[in-house]
């Protein structure tokens, strides 16, 4: 009788790993690679700018763009941009209202995080990015100052943020974009700027400002592409096409070009 119930048991096992493997033969194939080659183009949506990462000048169209544009090129297609003006906004992705019609990869300063990684998938990082105290002039602490947070990227732990700032009892200003942080900082209405390393760097650009990265707890995150769950076919081809820019020496070439540091392996 045990033999009989072990036999039982066994059989079930490989029923079931059977009954598994027929449920995934009848799932539709991945077409995500071919359906871009199909089509020869590679459609990226974006922010209508985020420096240095998108930018609207041709010779220098950010790093991004000019990583987005290699990858299509490796591929055998073209790359074409779609602008989303709410990427620039909104930093709640379920408000961009972007849909797999409008673009096989999501740029603009996406990190690869939880709530990034919980809608779609993510290529190889090629930087790191994270929170930035940007101020005219030295400051010992964030303590008891006034300050202007531009917190419109999408996958940062914005209520780490408030629980840092809130231990150091500054008084918080909330900011919708890099013009209001920069007047605010030229005009004396704050003592200091919080927003993402990137684009600090950017808006503080030729005004001997100092930037400084705020301490841990609070988080660096890998810069990353999105694209949709379930292209593998497509995010094998754009991992391919990072492994051959980062050893043929393109990739380490972009960064430099807008002064970016390169995620650890990766810089320029």
């Known amino acids: ?19 598994l493997l027929c449920a995934v033969s009848l799932l539709p194939p991945d077409t995500s690679l071919s359906e871009v080659k199909a089509d020869g183009t590679l459609t990226a949506c974006v922010p209508a700018e985020r420096e240095p990462l998108v930018m609207s000048d041709p010779q220098r169209p950010g790093v991004e763009v000019e990583l987005l544009t290699q990858i299509a090129s490796a591929i055998g297609v073209k790359l074409q941009l779609n602008t989303i003006a709410s990427m620039g906004e909104d930093f709640d992705p379920q408000s961009w209202g972007i849909t797999r019609a409008q673009c096989a990869v999501v ?7 939880t709530q990034t990684r919980s809608f779609l998938e993510v290529s190889p990082s090629y930087a790191e990015t994270g929170w ?16 202007g947070v531009l917190a419109t990227v999408q996958g940062f732990n914005r209520i780490a943020l408030a629980s840092y700032l809130r231990s150091q009892g500054v008084q918080m200003r909330i900011l919708r974009t890099g013009d209001e942080l920069v007047q605010g900082l030229a005009t004396g209405a704050f003592d200091a700027g919080i927003t993402e390393a990137l684009m600090g760097e950017s808006l503080s650009t030729g005004k001997n400002w100092l930037i400084r990265p705020l301490p841990a707890p609070l988080e660096r995150y890998p810069l990353v592409f999105g694209l949709w769950k379930g292209d593998l076919t497509l995010k094998r081809a754009v991992d391919d096409a990072f492994d051959r820019m980062q050893a043929d020496g393109r990739l380490a070439a972009v960064l430099k070009k807008y002064g970016v540091v390169g995620a650890p392996g990766e810089g320029p």
């Open 1 to 19: 009788m045990r033999r009989v119930v072990a036999l039982t048991r066994q059989y079930s096992w490989i029923i079931l790993g059977i009954l």
């Open 107 to 113: 740029a603009g300063g996406l990190v690869d995080s």
């Open 132 to 147: 930035v105290a940007i101020s005219p002039k030295e400051l010992p602490s964030l303590e008891g100052r006034s300050v």
